[in-house]
């Protein structure tokens, strides 16, 4: 079975550019996650969708981020513009449910984003 | 509250015995989490318990829940040099499956 794929895995921009990542998740996995690794610190969570829908974005920061689930596969998030403070590891995860119970995301490799 | 904390560095000699802990604030939580993170990686889940358990044992992991102090521990019995990596406690809520993950405890193995 293929695991959550990324891609970039790399990528280094200037400050009030744009960026976009790209995911892959597992297929038949329903529910795709979008977490923020910075640092020395454990992932966040940005957002989570179930199929193509919206569960929770709360710790999305809207007025740069955004993120889309075409068709309930893939998904892509994008930052416009970056700041410096956006520099992180993107993790990119799926389950094949979501809902409350253990599911298991699983995770992939993640794009390391620097932003100068 | 939302808060797991962990300590950020543990250094043992390949063949003892690690202990990784984590204290977590939220009495709701339903699962407990261990994730590992090996450089360059995303993260693997090693086990889980749940809230109604006191231990669990999985090969050379063991789980140790205290949910009257909120503090969870991972032991790795024989500690080789393939666990050096990060491990994250992290706690899932009763009412969604958003989870919350510690900042991590960077393991590593001396010869």
Redesign the interface.
């Known amino acids: 079975e293929a695991g959550?794929a990324q891609s970039p895995r790399y990528k280094i921009i200037e400050k009030r550019q744009s960026v976009a990542f790209w995911c892959n998740p597992i297929s038949g996995h329903a529910?795709l996650y979008w977490y923020q690794q910075i640092l020395?610190?454990?992932?966040?969570?940005l957002i989570?969708f179930q199929n193509n829908g919206v569960?929770?974005d709360s710790q999305l920061p809207k007025d740069r981020f955004s993120a889309e689930r075409l068709k309930g596969v893939d998904s892509t998030l994008k930052i416009q513009p970056a700041k410096l403070e956006d520099s992180a590891v993107y993790?990119c995860?799926s389950?094949l449910e979501?809902?409350?119970?253990?599911?298991?995301?699983y995770?992939?490799?993640?794009t390391r984003l620097t932003v100068t | 509250g939302e808060d797991v904390e962990q300590s950020l560095f543990l250094s043992v000699r390949e063949g003892d015995s690690s202990v990784i802990n984590c204290t977590y604030t939220d009495s709701s939580s339903t699962y407990l989490y261990w994730y590992k993170q090996e450089p360059g990686a995303g993260l693997q889940l090693l086990t889980y318990i749940f809230s109604n358990m006191d231990m669990k044992q999985d090969q050379r992991l063991t789980v140790l829940l205290n949910k009257k102090d909120k503090h969870l521990s991972l032991r790795i019995a024989d500690t080789q040099t393939g666990d050096s990596a990060i491990y994250f406690c992290a706690e899932k809520y009763s009412s969604a499956s958003k989870i919350i993950f510690g900042s991590g405890t960077r393991l590593s193995i001396r010869p």
């Open positions: 959550v529910t020395g610190q454990g992932p966040k969570l989570q569960v929770d993790l995860a389950s979501g809902t409350g119970g253990r599911d298991e995301q995770f992939g490799p993640g």
